[in-house]
């Protein structure tokens, strides 16, 4: 198969064996991984909150504008980090139902970002009180795909 071809050349690679081989590098990419996404689900998190509520006082384009940044910012840590703990044993983990499992996830949690930005948010500013059930539902989808993603990540060990 093509993709166990490609998978095979990328083990090969020098900084694949490197992140196998020296006791601390893969352990440093995987904490470095983890910052990131806690910085990703943890910007998230409080917007998805704030839809569903809380903290009403802080208006919701504002709080995007701030949270925004730092979402996006910290996909520069999470994207090359998760490339390098996936070329440090790709045939493994793209064997791994967990990790495909995780890898869709994170798609249909951008999908639904992508929809809710190309739609409830687009009127944020006139929410009065509570928001639209679509924006409130898009936020319980995050939440609960970036939960399922941290679980994913942390089940991908044991099977």
Known sequence: MPWQDAARFAASLPLAQALREHAWLYPIVETLHIVGFAVLVGAVAM??????????????????????????????????????????????????????????????????????????????DAWTGRAPPRALLHALLSLGLWIAVIACGRLIAYF
Request: no cysteine; hydrophobic share 60%.
């Open 47 to 124: 917007f998805d909150l704030r839809v569903l509520g809380f903290g009403r006082q802080l208006p919701v384009k504002a709080l995007a504008r701030h949270l925004l940044p730092w979402s996006a910012g910290s996909m520069l840590l999470v994207v090359p980090t998760g490339l390098l703990l996936l070329v440090a044993d790709p045939l493994a983990l793209l064997a791994n139902r967990v990790f495909l499992l995780k890898l869709g996830l994170i798609l249909l949690a951008g999908v639904n970002a992508l929809a809710f930005h190309a739609g409830p948010y687009g009127q944020a």
